[in-house]
């Protein structure tokens, strides 16, 4: 029997290529694995952040010493947030003054996790990767760490106004990203160094595609520990800082396994 020759390259990617046919149609094996992808993408855009996921976050602050903040954008709902991206990219007044009143001159780094268009990313790498995170920031001489605060109803331009008004020199926002039909659970990190309003895409970097079969837990922190890095000693991000962190990461693509 002839080898198939499109199974090595099946077996290679999730990517919906060489997917057969039934007549002029699809395979039904097919049409029910889209169905299904599809649902998954749209329930991730519209979960919410859990109690448990609020919790176990909180748990890995108070290990390594650092308290997490609550706080949440100026969406009243998820309906709205899907609406007004504008509304998710500005804190409510209520969050503004609880931040406020933890202004620290002494923060060099804001870490902001957000639920963005993917809770489910947060729920289920978040807390690996941020274990593994931190330790790479505290190493050596240290990078001083405010509070971690995890924001609701998040766009990626909200650790703008978060960092500015904590007095960070840069923040980490990890968020959930947009869902596809192979990933509906990757998570991405963005960088920016004097966060403030106003801010470009092109004044940061990003790290993005944390996932099972993506970029594993220890690659990524650590591309996020040498970009902060390099970032606050060259004080740029963006286009200005380029990610020369390749040749001493640790190369695990696709095993960025549960906790």
């Keep these: 029997m002839k080898e198939d020759p499109w199974r090595k390259l099946r077996e ?14 699809l395979p039904t094996r097919e049409v029910v ?25 909180e748990e890995v602050c108070r290990r390594v010493g650092l308290g997490m903040l609550r706080l949440h954008s100026a969406v009243a709902d998820r309906a709205e947030y899907l609406r007004r991206p504008d509304l998710g990219r500005q804190l409510d007044a209520g969050s ?13 780094l804001a870490v902001v ?5 993917s809770a489910a990313a947060v729920h289920a790498h ?8 931190l330790p790479l920031l505290a190493a050596d001489d240290g990078v001083a760490l405010g509070h971690v605060v995890v924001a609701s109803g998040a766009r990626v331009a909200l650790g703008d106004e978060i960092g ?12 959930g990203e947009r869902p ?24 940061r970097n990003c790290v993005s595609n944390i996932h099972y079969a993506g970029l594993s837990y ?11 890095r390099e970032g606050l000693a060259r004080e740029v991000t963006g286009v200005a800082l380029k990610d020369e962190s390749a040749d001493r990461a640790p190369r695990r693509i696709g095993t960025a396994l549960p906790e």
């Design 113 to 117: 996790i957000g639920d963005g268009l």
């Design 164 to 175: 500015a008004i904590l007095g960070a020199r840069m923040v980490v926002t990890l968020i």
């Design 96 to 108: 503004v003054e609880l931040l406020a009143r933890h202004a620290s001159e002494l923060c060099q």
């Design 33 to 57: 694995s889209f169905s299904m992808a599809h649902a998954a993408a749209r329930d991730a855009v519209h979960d919410e952040l859990s109690e448990s996921d609020l919790m176990a976050m």
């Design 126 to 133: 978040v807390v690996a990767l941020v274990t593994r995170l």
């Design 218 to 228: 220890d690659e990524a922190a650590f591309k996020i520990a040498w970009l902060v």
């Design 12 to 25: 290679a990617t999730s990517a919906r290529i060489a997917l057969g046919r039934a007549g002029g149609s």
């Design 180 to 203: 596809g039909l192979s990933a509906p659970d990757s998570l991405g990190a963005y960088l920016t160094f004097a966060p403030k309003p106003g801010r470009t895409d092109a004044e």
